[in-house]
């Protein structure tokens, strides 16, 4: 079966750098799309960065220009670089998959609504 299993997270200070990573098995991402969320307390669930398997992005505007999403197709792992971090950025992490497609909400924002398979997720906390 499809198994996620995200790394990576940590606390940081404003400004800083973190890179997650998401080991995939059961699936090789050859259709269908991987992506990243995340969720902060009393929040919902909240689409940040999506790719499809002809190798498209797209970015919740609030991570655009900090935020890479890529995927090393050797190792199967998903990748999330973070730059420039913000305590607005601060939130559990998750990678998800669906054999799909991406799934997309209003002005073509990736939303979590539809993606089958996630992971458990990793803490990530920016501090100002």
């Known amino acids: 079966q499809v198994q996620l299993v995200e790394s990576g997270g940590g606390s940081v200070q404003a400004g800083g750098s973190l890179r997650l990573s998401c080991a995939v098995s059961?699936?090789?991402?050859?259709?269908?799309?991987m992506g990243w969320f995340r969720q902060a307390p009393g929040k919902d669930r909240e689409g940040i960065a999506v790719l499809n398997t002809g190798g498209s992005t797209t970015y919740a505007g609030s991570v655009k220009g900090r935020f890479t999403i890529s995927k090393d197709n050797a190792k199967n792992t998903l990748y999330l670089q973070m730059n420039s971090l913000k305590p607005e950025d601060t939130a559990m992490y998750y990678c998800a998959a669906d054999m799909a497609r991406c799934y997309y909400a209003d002005y073509g924002r990736p939303t979590p609504a539809g993606f089958r398979y996630w992971g458990q997720g990793t803490q990530v906390t920016v501090s100002s």
């Open positions: 059961g699936y090789t991402h050859s259709s269908g799309c």
